[in-house]
């Protein structure tokens, strides 16, 4: 069946731009998670949606990322102000409750030039 | 902070030949341990897992991996590789009590020459 899918699979952007990452879930998962994996690095924890509502963001790094999720099922990640340190992949997982196993979408590649 | 810990960025080895990649993390407290692996260009697939019960579990693709409550270890092992398993390899650990996120290894690049 149908993944995790996230789109676009590759973002250029100039920094001081507005960009957003979407990621469609696999269909019934109530969890959504974001990651960012940095070159050469393990995915570092963003945020977690249980359903509509974000139930833990002590990962995003400040106030430039945030995340939505309005309706339980395809979330948005969206980042003010780029800078050239925000590039990396960015991944989006999901799993069928809070604590089944995650799965994971190709990601996102964000570079900031 | 909580860590997990994987030593090795690289691991060369031989078609055929055993494979050890290490994984330690930093607290005794309880844990949920997973190890995921990553495809070139593709994204991460779950290896295996180890929730409770046993400390052998054993996972897809012949992988097995074995807790180490003493020495907070949990180290991925094949008895004999392929070339298709040359890919990168995450060690995550979930702490109980620490909500639902994964903290990952920062990967160990498994390399299968003939």
């Known amino acids: 069946g149908a993944g995790v899918s996230q789109t676009p699979s590759n973002k250029v952007t100039e920094k001081g731009k507005y960009v957003e990452l979407r990621c469609d879930p696999i269909s019934g998962h109530t969890a959504l998670y974001w990651y960012r994996q940095s070159l050469g690095q393990g995915p570092e924890f963003l945020i977690y949606f249980q359903g509509t509502g974000a139930a833990d963001d002590s990962g995003l790094p400040n106030d430039r990322f945030f995340a939505v999720r309005p309706e339980g099922s395809v979330s948005t990640l969206k980042i003010q102000r780029t800078e050239r340190g925000d590039s990396a992949v960015y991944l989006c997982?999901?799993?069928?409750?809070?604590?089944?196993?995650?799965?994971f979408g190709n990601g996102t590649r964000l570079t900031v030039t | 902070a909580q860590s997990v810990t994987q030593l090795d960025s690289q691991v060369p080895v031989f078609e055929e030949a055993p494979v050890e990649l290490r994984c330690n993390y930093s607290?005794?407290?309880?844990?949920?341990l997973f190890w995921y692996v990553q495809y070139p260009n593709q994204g991460l697939q779950l290896l295996l897992k180890y929730l409770s019960g046993s400390t052998l579990v054993k996972g897809i693709n012949g992988f097995e991996a074995e807790f180490n409550k003493s020495q907070t270890s949990f180290h991925l092992r094949k008895p004999s590789v392929h070339i298709s398993d040359t890919a990168e390899y995450f060690c995550a650990v979930r702490w109980t009590g620490g909500g639902n996120k994964l903290t990952f290894g920062t990967g160990t690049q498994l390399k299968v020459e003939l």
């Open positions: 997982a999901s799993s069928l409750t809070g604590d089944s196993p995650l799965h």
């Open positions: 607290s005794s407290v309880s844990v949920y």
